[in-house]
Nanobody
Framework: QMQLVESGGGLVQAGGSLRLSCVAS????????MGWFRQAPGKEREFVAA????????VYADSVKGRFTISRDNAKNRVFLQMNSMEPEDTAVYYC???????????????????WGQGTQVTVSL
C-alpha cells in the first residue's frame, strides 16, 4: 500500500515562496499520476495541480497557474509543488494524492484519487 507524507509547509509573507515535497512509499510510483489539493478553513477541498506518471504533462487550477509548478522525481519517489508569488488566499492545508488506476492520466477531481497524505499547513500573511 502506498503511503504519502508531505513536508515543506510553513508561514510565508505575501509574495514569498515555498516548496512542498511529498514522498511516497511502495512500488511503481512512476506509474501513477499524482496531484496536489488544498483545503482552507470552512471551504471544500480544491484541486491545485496534477502531473502524469512520467511527468510529461501537467495541469493547474486557474487560481495558481503561472505561480505554482508541479514536478516529480520518480527515482526518489517524490512529487513537488513549487509555490511562488504567494497570496493570502493560498492559505490552506495542502495534500498530495495518488491518482487511482495504474497508468491513468491526471485528474482534477478528488474522487479520482485513492491515496492521500496527512497534509501540511501553509499560511500566507500580509
Amino acid at each position: 500500500q502506498m503511503q504519502l507524507v508531505e513536508s515543506g509547509g510553513g508561514l510565508v509573507q505575501a509574495g514569498g515562496s515555498l516548496r512542498l515535497s511529498c514522498v511516497a512509499s511502495g512500488l511503481f510510483f512512476g506509474k501513477y499520476a499524482m496531484g496536489w489539493f488544498r483545503q482552507a478553513p470552512g471551504k471544500e477541498r480544491e484541486f491545485v495541480a496534477a502531473i502524469t506518471g512520467f511527468g510529461g504533462s501537467t495541469v493547474y487550477a486557474d487560481s495558481v497557474k503561472g505561480r505554482f509548478t508541479i514536478s516529480r522525481d520518480n527515482a526518489k519517489n517524490r512529487v513537488f509543488l513549487q509555490m511562488n508569488s504567494m497570496e493570502p488566499e493560498d492559505t490552506a492545508v495542502y495534500y498530495c494524492a495518488r491518482r487511482s488506476g495504474f497508468g491513468s492520466t491526471y485528474s482534477a477531481r478528488s474522487v479520482d484519487y485513492d491515496r492521500w497524505g496527512q497534509g501540511t499547513q501553509v499560511t500566507v500573511s500580509l
